[in-house]
């Protein structure tokens, strides 16, 4: 274990850890010292990654949706690491769909995951970090949760969930004086592998295009959220609890500009 960093001596599971924001996430913890539980419902993603990262790293199967996964998890950290300090409910998917295009089937599901999935981790990690008197909990929202993107409904219902659960869970805390801290992060466009299934490369190099005005670009990258991340996992966020950080180079502030995604 890493006795330097800025999370030296802490232990963080992440989910939706394979690919994207929660691998630079798990990535950036472990540089700065945390022992991560890289977790992810893609079992050789989740491997490669814990793999990548070394030994400071493990890989577990979890299945945001499901109780009894985050339930076999949550005793696994206890008995491997004997605590937990940092979760951050990042596992996502995005499925294309206006409320007259999105089937109950694909509302379902991305609420399961996204909005199901941050109740289960939550509700699941608090008796262990109640007991030890506290640690950071850090969700990842979505610009989404502020525009509500026609184009996405269901993802935009979702990420609008996980906005309002975490304020309630971060008063909750302080109210039972848990020292445990509650925040939401709220990414714009970020360069993964979540695009994929909904955007043709037209569509990205037109999105692209549109943004251009902007200093820096229309997307960032996973690092820059991560970075965000870290910081409030970390205890230089002490005094921050209930919050939410947008990271999107200002792309919400600009709609006469910079129009919501047609994807
Ligand atoms: N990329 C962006 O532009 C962007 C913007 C705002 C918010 N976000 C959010 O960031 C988070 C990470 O997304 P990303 O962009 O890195 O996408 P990504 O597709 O690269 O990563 C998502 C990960 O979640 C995992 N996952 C999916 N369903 C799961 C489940 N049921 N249980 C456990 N893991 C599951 C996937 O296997 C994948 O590894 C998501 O919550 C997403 O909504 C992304």
Known sequence: MSIEGRVAGLVAVVTGAASGLGLATAMRLSEEGATVFVTDIDA??????????????????????????????????????????????????????TIESCTLDDFRLQN???????????????????????????NISSTAALQGFSAVLAYSAAKGAVRSMTKAIATHCLERNYGIRCNAVLPGHIHTNLHGE??????????????????????????????????????????????????????????????????
């Open 44 to 97: 050789p993603g989740a491997r490669a990654a814990a793999d990548m990262i070394g030994p400071s790293a493990q890989a577990r199967i979890l299945d945001v949706r499901r109780e009894d996964d985050w339930a076999g998890l949550m005793s696994a950290v206890e008995s491997v690491a004997g605590r937990l300090d940092i979760l951050v409910n990042n596992a996502g998917l995005l499925r294309a769909g």
């Open 112 to 138: 399961a995951v996204m909005s199901e999935g941050v109740f289960l981790g939550c509700k699941h990690a608090m008796p262990l970090m109640a007991r030890q008197g506290g640690g950071s909990i850090v």
């Open 198 to 263: 909904t955007a043709t490369p037209e569509q990205v190099e037109r999105r692209e295009h549109s943004w251009k005005p902007l200093p820096n670009g229309a997307f960032g990258s996973a690092r820059d959220v991560a970075e965000m991340v870290l910081y409030l996992a970390s205890p230089e966020s002490r005094y921050v609890t209930a919050g939410e950080f947008v990271i999107d180079n200002a792309v919400t502030m600009m709609p006469a500009r910079i129009s919501a995604p047609t994807i």
